[in-house]
């Protein structure tokens, strides 16, 4: 049985539309949690900090120390909930690819696991970036490749002319 789904891709890739149709289309209630949920979560003196998380103005994340640590806390507590019960389906950003995907697999061992790769033309992300207005120029073109290196998958979509529901769909064709 499929207890968590981990949906990775760079910025504005679509990833979170996919998650919230997920939600509305699978029949028992999943919850929905991410990177940007967690970096709400930080407290100011980790954000924009060595220390901390860091968005340099070309669109680059730098992760320091203090992030890592709490990061690492946030991923044993999101397994946990799943040991608990809780369907979850993870939206993340692999920054550091196959290392990314490793933290992940450790903590989620022995669950069962649909691992999503969420591609998107660098060119399109980037226009998404652009019209959102709420993020970096430059996240995603710097993202879009960079995330999936080294990465495997049971499933890739491609959002550059898929709807967010179409995939989702070929997503939840996968969960158990």
């Not at 699978?26 to 980790?46: F, I, K, R």
Request: net charge negative; with cysteine; glycine share 12%.
């Amino acid at each position: 049985m499929t207890q968590v789904i981990v949906v990775n891709g760079g910025s504005s890739s679509g990833k979170s539309g996919i998650v919230r149709c997920l939600q509305a289309i699978l029949p028992d209630p999943w919850l929905a949690l991410g990177t940007d949920t967690m970096v709400e979560a930080l407290p100011a003196s980790l954000r924009a900090s060595d220390g901390g998380i860091e968005l340099a103005a070309d669109g680059q994340v730098s992760v320091g120390p203090g992030f890592r640590a709490l990061e690492a806390a946030w991923i044993e507590g999101i397994a946990a909930m799943a040991r608990a019960g809780a369907r979850v389906v993870v939206d993340e950003v692999f920054l550091g690819g196959p290392y990314s995907q490793r933290r992940w697999q450790k903590a989620l061992d022995g669950l069962g696991v649909l691992w999503v790769g969420v591609r998107c033309d660098a060119a399109v992300a980037a226009g998404r970036e652009l019209a959102r207005g709420d993020r970096t120029v430059g996240m995603a073109a710097a993202q879009a490749e960079m995330v999936h290196r080294g990465v495997t998958y049971d499933l890739e979509v491609d959002t550059t002319h898929t709807e967010a529901m179409e995939c989702a769909r070929a997503v939840a064709a996968r969960v158990e």
